[in-house]
Structures are given as structure tokens and as C-alpha cells.
């Protein structure tokens, strides 16, 4: 079973309108971390934001917030008034803790391509 | 710029060659995690050394191995190298080992193997 699960593989949206990108995710770990990143067409990673599972309020970095439902196990990003610049691959990422004392390396989901249209 | 230094940027070579891959982490950081990005498998951790041991595996080939040296720069070896080797190799580091430890990518070497 997959570990992140993003179903959007694309999104078109419309520049200054907000935008949420789905994610959830599979762990039986109490205590897990759960990462946002963003790989524009030049092919870098970026990191945006992070959650963990034990936060008691929602990450918030910028224009980026993170909508964490802990009973759905879902994490959505979501993208406040876009831009252009914000059309990239956005990837969904988990660490487990107790699985490998936090040692263990990203799961990583297979992605959203979004596209700001302006 | 991640402060991640990773080269070559491209790589081409031929199936059955060798090739390694180079990673200079971010100043201080102790952890180096290699990540392959290809089409069909997506993103996946392969290997993490901390402060040059090697602290988790993960779906890394029998043909592939890394290690970290003393000057915390890492390298990835890749050999008897098959088609479906080709692919984005990133390297990242972070600090410290954390489950909260955001870890910064560099740009990634992509290698093509014809």
C-alpha cells in the first residue's frame, strides 16, 4: 500500500486564487513528520513546510499553510493568492519516527504538477 | 541555492560501465541522504550516512553503494549499469539526524545510461 497518496497528477488554477493540494497518508507510527517540497522545471527541490504528528496547530510558512487532519490522515498544502512562479511539481513527504529513530529517509508521494495560469 | 553541492550535473555513459556521483553537503551538516528520481518509480530514498557511518537503507540496488568521508562529503558509486538506471540522483543533507529535520536537495545529477 502506498505510504503518500496524492491524487491530483495536474491542476490548472488561476493566478491570485488560492489553491489546496491533496495529500494523505498511511503510518502506524504515533509519531511521524510530514514534509512538503517543491521541484520547479529546473529540477531543484525546495522545501516548504513541515507538520509533525504531535503539532497542535497547522504549520503556516508564508504563503504556504498546512491543513493537517489527523483522524483523515491527510496533510494538504494549500497556496495562498498564486502565482506564476508557484507552477511546479509539488511533492507530499512522510518520516517515520519510531520506525528507524527518525533516522529512516523521506517517503515521498508521486506528485501534483501545478500550472498557474495567468 | 540549498548550500548542497552535487557533480557532475549530467552524466552519460554506456550500460555495464561504472560511474559515481559526488555530494558536498550544506557547511555542518552531518547528514546525507541519496534520493533517485525516475519516471516510473517516482522518488526514493536509497541510502542515508550520518557523520560517515551508514544509518538507514532504503530500496538501494545490490549494484549501488555510497559512503561518507571524513570531510563529510559522500559519494554514490553506480555500477553494471542497466537502462533503468537512468535517472535524477539527489543528494541531501541535513543537520542533524530528526524526524523533523528538513532536508535540503541539491540540483541533482542526472545520468543517462544508452
Known amino acids: 500500500a502506498q505510504k503518500i497518496t496524492q491524487t491530483q497528477p495536474g ?36 522545501f516548504l513546510i513541515y507538520q509533525g504528528s504531535y ?11 498546512l491543513n493537517f487532519q489527523k483522524a483523515r490522515k491527510s496533510a494538504n498544502l494549500v497556496i495562498s493568492a498564486s502565482q506564476l512562479g508557484d507552477s511546479a511539481m509539488y511533492f507530499c513527504a512522510m518520516r517515520e519516527g519510531e520506525s528507524g529513530g527518525g533516522a529512516d529517509g523521506l517517503t515521498f508521494g508521486k506528485g501534483t504538477h501545478l500550472i498557474i495560469q495567468p | 541555492d540549498s548550500g548542497v553541492t552535487q557533480t557532475p550535473k549530467h552524466l552519460i555513459t554506456a550500460t555495464g560501465q561504472r560511474v559515481t556521483l559526488r555530494c558536498s553537503p550544506r557547511s555542518g551538516d552531518l547528514s546525507v541522504y541519496w534520493y533517485q528520481q525516475s519516471l516510473d518509480q517516482g522518488l526514493q530514498f536509497l541510502i542515508q550516512y550520518y557523520n560517515g557511518e551508514e544509518r538507514a537503507k532504503g530500496n538501494i540496488l ?4 555510497a559512503q561518507q568521508f571524513p570531510d563529510l562529503h559522500s559519494e554514490l558509486n553506480l555500477s553494471s549499469l542497466e537502462l533503468g538506471d537512468s535517472a535524477l540522483y539527489f543528494c541531501a543533507s541535513s543537520v542533524v539526524m530528526g524526524m ?15
Open chain 1, 11 to 46: 491542476m490548472f488554477v488561476q493566478e491570485k486564487e488560492a489553491v489546496t493540494l491533496d495529500c494523505t497518508y498511511d503510518t502506524s507510527d504515533p509519531s511521524y513528520g510530514l514534509f512538503w517540497y517543491k521541484q520547479p522545471s529546473s529540477g531543484e527541490m525546495i
Open chain 1, 55 to 65: 503539532d497542535q496547530q497547522n504549520a503556516t510558512e508564508g504563503r504556504y499553510s
Open chain 2, 62 to 65: 545490490e549494484r549501488f553503494s
Open chain 2, 100 to 114: 523533523n529535520t528538513e532536508a535540503f536537495f541539491g540540483q541533482g545529477t542526472r545520468l543517462t545510461v544508452v
